[in-house]
């Protein structure tokens, strides 16, 4: 065992990359805040690509075993970097020139670097501190836009965030007084010992924590809030880039457990909250975010069906990662259209913008066809792969619950589709007027609906990788 | 050669869509080009067919795709597919010929249909089940835009109701396929690897459960009863070429499933459930036909039919999961029926909904009793109109003849109580007839006057499908040669 720092380059890249973004940031002037954007994108290039030279590799373990470095925190790295990278581009039509720009982009790196602690973590407090360093920032984040939603929204996280945190440490304390230990390497031998009551309620404690962080039933209440509350690109980077991290350390988690309890129907029963909740609160939102934030929690529902079986199937883990890789890919698209047209928070507001940006609209729709998980998209390549995990790993109803919520999804992801597509009513009313675009926001639209098509098309070699 | 088939007119819908500046007359002409090359190329590959070994397929063409879960890019033609390749073929191009007169955002209209005749011929000769899924998936949205952007009426809420059902159906298929990988040795989602291992022969129950799940997702595509409430609405407010493409191909998707996924992956389930599935077949057509027969609205009727037609099939397929010694020979000769039907119908059928079209054109109403004595300003039509109510009600010397005899033949003789559907065609006569006096006969009065009767364009697009129904019925051998060897496959994976 050793510190083998080294190991850790992508994080201490962007850690160090939100150190200069803020500091120069506070000499630079108003008008050339971009220079700040600049360094923070050459950060994230730098750490994806140390990441992608890293890949593949065998499981490495770092300070002292408490991180490892392996397909899947390689995997978050990249994912975690470029999602980063694509909300770095919408954000630069939201917020360029505004006074809090650099500290946008600052806060956007310590959260992410707090995700990828987070996605490798081999130890109960290094959960803690990735569980911190990616939410702390995110109360930043939501409130930045002082508008009085964000207000709101920021501090609902902010409570909800302080609950969850006091619970997942209560769940470390626990398990670590049943155990003497925190790492993981120790406690799945020592676990199977404890008395089974604490070792419950300390995993559930952990893994309530972790749920607060990806956005999913029970720590799901600020999601619809800030997603509708922060401006666009918080908001794409809120409901995509945390749950890569705290999906990650589920899955690490109830891999790590002792086979003494029924950890599987726990995880599924959260799942199906999640999914059948989210779906269910999506049903009649008219403002395209909000839904979009619901939509998350349901997605969350379907990336916990893999960590379920964490373990029980060989598929388990790939497929974890490809359904994060393409959820992210998805998502963003979808947030980027949303991003285009800030001003349009009504789904009826859309109608006719098929017409008017054919590209964008077939973005779109690409972008919701493929969150329910309609081939060719990549979600359909991870939906299909997660359920024939769970199925592999003894859950053939968690399956079957999966298509029963991708049927009741479809229904609310039309209704934005059927305006954009939908005739045109006598002259637009005035607020929408005509479908002026932001500059980066349609271009990113469509570069992330064509990679989700891509991955989709190309699933088998990112497989290949994954399953390494 | 397959992909060339398959991907042509994908590739052709691309750039369409990437010239935006092009004409409408160009995008309407190229659509036809492509449309019948797309033709050329599948007579060419029927020209080139030879029958395969029992249990393997004509010009296959495998590559890597996923390998993790050991679904390949797997293609390949036998004579099931064969016919219903070519059947689509002609229906495309059909279409694309009745749409030369469409003014409403033609450039896009064609790159939509081409689309969607990529994803039928791709479903069609598909050999993995996700392959299969994938397509069968795309035609589903494919179709929806159809429905939204070009249907009339209430075509939004149609549309969706589409789309939701239809959707609903597939994920069932999904959740079958899945059970099919699951339950397979080792794990594989190849057509031809299942059919040769049979996964969950010797389990009854989860047999019985995964084959509920593929069966229900074939029948809201096919549609049978009580999975076709979806339908009449769908086809009353699709453009006249939705209609044909829906009725035409689309439903086939699902009757071909059952030959080509549920009867050779699940023998013995199959055969359990045999009962269960003439039962459905038997109600489809007799239920089908009564309501049909009491419908004003042309399209309506029409759609209903399709119920009806559909129900011949699976009771069809039905009676071939009734195994015994001295009936193989009948039971081989009802699967044949099947395939027949599902090409006859689709010509006919697409024919019929093109007709629709013309009426909606003219006069902007499917109500029957708003017409009457049509034949006098539009001779043409009523000809047609006449040929294609004939073909439909199983006239002899027409292809739903061939189709409809074989069918009966074969299922007659391995369970005599299937006679009880011949009640259907005994309706579908009747209301046919009916259709045609209210229409066509008498004064003309109402809608009628002054009624424009069939362009250059109509012509040429229904009267092919026509003379094809005519010529299948005059000389089926050609078609039925084809068809044979394959079903008897069918028939002896079925009694495994």
Redesign the interface.
């Given at each position: 065992m050793a510190m083998r720092p080294l190991l850790l380059l992508p994080e201490i890249v962007l850690f160090l990359g939100g150190l200069a973004v803020l500091v120069s940031g506070s000499f630079l002037p108003r008008t050339r805040q971009w220079v700040t954007r600049v360094i923070a994108a050459v950060a994230l290039v730098a750490a994806a690509i140390l990441a992608v030279v890293d890949l593949p590799g065998p499981a490495q373990p770092a300070m002292e075993g408490t991180f490892t470095v392996d397909t899947a925190t390689g995997v978050a790295r990249i994912v975690a970097a470029l999602g980063t990278l694509i909300v770095l581009a919408l954000a630069s039509d939201e917020i360029a020139g505004s006074p809090r720009e650099s500290e946008t982009y600052a806060l956007l790196l310590f959260s992410t670097t707090g995700t990828l602690v987070l996605a490798g973590a081999d130890d109960l407090l290094v959960v803690v501190v990735g569980f911190l360093l990616a939410s702390i920032p995110l109360y930043g984040l939501i409130g930045i836009a002082r508008t009085p939603r964000g207000a709101e929204a920021a501090m609902k996280t902010y409570l909800l965030g302080a609950l969850f945190g006091i619970l997942l440490l209560l769940g470390v304390t626990l398990l670590y007084g049943v155990s003497a230990t925190t790492s993981y390497a120790d406690l799945t031998d020592r676990l199977a010992e404890a008395p089974q009551g604490v070792v419950a309620a300390g995993v559930v404690a952990v893994l309530g924590g972790l749920m607060f962080k990806a956005g999913g039933v029970p720590g799901h209440f600020w999601v619809p809030d800030a997603a509708e509350g922060a401006g666009g690109a918080v908001a794409a980077f809120l409901t995509t880039v945390p749950k890569i991290g705290a999906m990650l350390a589920a899955y690490r988690l109830i891999a790590m457990l002792p086979d003494t309890l029924a950890w599987p129907l726990l995880v599924a029963v959260l799942a199906v909250a999640s999914m059948t909740l989210g779906n269910l609160a999506a049903y009649w939102q008219t403002d395209p975010r909000r839904l979009l934030g619901w939509s998350t929690v349901s997605q969350v529902g379907y990336l916990l069906v893999p960590v379920a079986v964490a373990g029980r199937s060989d598929?388990a883990l790939?497929s974890l990662l490809l359904y994060l890789a393409g959820y992210t890919v998805t998502n963003l698209a979808a947030f980027a259209v949303t991003t285009t047209f800030p001003d349009r928070r009504d789904l009826d507001s859309y109608r006719g913008m098929g017409r008017a940006r054919?590209w964008l609209g077939a973005s779109l729709v690409v972008a919701l066809?493929g969150l329910v998980g309609?081939?060719?998209t990549v979600v359909?390549?991870g939906k299909?792969?997660t359920?024939?995990a769970a199925?592999?790993g003894g859950l053939?109803w968690l399956?079957?619950l999966v298509?029963?919520n991708?049927?009741i999804s479809?229904?609310y992801y039309?209704r934005w589709i059927?305006p954009v597509?939908?005739r045109v009513e006598p002259p637009a009313p005035t607020p929408p007027g005509a479908f002026v675009a932001a500059t980066w926001s349609p271009t990113t639209a469509v570069v992330t609906a064509g990679l989700s098509l891509a991955l989709g098309i190309g699933?088998?070699a990112l497989?290949?990788v994954f399953?390494v | 050669m397959l992909s060339l088939i398959v991907f042509l007119p994908l590739a052709a819908a691309l750039a369409l869509l990437a010239l935006?500046r092009l004409g409408a007359a160009a995008a309407r002409w190229t659509w036809v080009a492509v449309a019948a090359a797309d033709l050329a190329l599948v007579v060419a590959a029927w020209l080139r067919y030879e029958t395969p070994t029992a249990g393997r397929l004509a010009f296959e063409e495998q590559a890597?795709?996923?390998?993790?879960?050991n679904s390949s890019y797997h293609l390949g033609v036998d004579g099931l597919s064969l016919p219903l390749i070519a059947m689509t073929a002609v229906i495309f191009l059909a279409c694309a010929i009745f749409a030369l007169r469409e003014t409403d955002r033609p450039r896009l209209q064609a790159a939509l249909f081409l689309f969607l005749q990529s994803v039928s011929m791709g479903l069609f000769v598909a050999a993995d089940l996700?392959l299969f899924?994938?397509f069968f998936?795309?035609s589903i949205?494919g179709m929806y835009?159809v429905i939204?952007?070009w249907g009339h009426g209430n075509a939004?809420r149609s549309a969706?109701k589409f789309?939701?059902y239809t959707?609903?159906g597939s994920?069932?298929l999904?959740?079958g396929f899945?059970?099919l990988?699951?339950a397979a040795d080792p794990?594989t989602f190849d057509m031809v690897e299942l059919a040769e291992q049979t996964p969950l022969a010797g389990s009854s129950l989860a047999g019985g459960l995964v084959l509920a799940a593929i069966l229900i997702g074939l029948a809201v595509k096919t549609p049978t009863v009580p999975f076709h409430t979806w339908l009449p609405p769908a086809h009353t407010d699709a453009p006249a070429i939705g209609s044909a493409v829906l009725a035409g191909v689309l439903l086939k998707m699902g009757t071909y499933g059952f030959v080509r996924i549920a009867m050779p992956m699940l023998p013995e389930a199959w055969r359990d459930w045999a009962w269960v599935i003439i039962v459905v077949g038997i109600v489809s057509v007799v239920y089908g036909a009564l309501v049909a027969l009491a419908q004003t609205n042309f399209k309506r009727m029409v759609a209903y039919t399709s119920v009806n037609h559909m129900g011949y099939i699976v009771l069809a397929v039905g009676a071939a999961g009734l195994v015994a010694d001295d009936t193989a020979q009948a039971r081989s000769v009802a699967v044949t029926g099947a395939v027949t039907q599902m090409v006859s119908h689709g010509l006919i059928t697409g024919a019929l909904f093109l007709l629709a079209g013309v009426l909606q054109d003219r006069a902007a109403t499917y109500d029957m009793d708003s017409y009457g004595g049509l034949a006098g300003p539009a001779p043409r039509l009523a000809a047609f109109f006449a040929v294609g109510a004939f073909a439909s009600l199983g006239l002899p010397g027409l292809s739903g003849f061939i189709a409809e005899f074989q069918i009966f033949t074969g299922s007659i003789a391995a369970a005599p109580v299937t006679a009880i559907a011949l009640v259907g065609i005994l309706l579908t006569a009747a209301l046919f007839l009916r259709a045609l006096q209210r229409i066509f006969t008498g004064e003309t009065r109402g809608r009628s006057v002054g009624f424009t009767d069939l362009r250059a364009a109509e012509v040429w697009s229904v009267g092919p499908l026509l003379v094809l129904s005519l010529l299948i019925g005059v000389f089926p051998r050609p078609l039925l040669a084809v068809i044979e060897p394959a079903a008897e496959v069918v028939v002896e994976l079925v009694g495994r």
């Open positions: 598929l790939p054919p066809l309609t081939p060719p359909f390549a299909l792969t359920t024939a199925w592999d053939a399956a079957v298509f029963v991708t049927v479809l229904f039309l059927a597509y939908g699933a088998g497989w290949s399953s | 935006p890597e795709w996923i390998p993790g879960v996700i899924f994938v998936d795309l949205v835009f939204a952007g939004a969706m789309f939701l959707f609903l994920l069932a999904l959740v899945i059970g990988y699951i794990h």
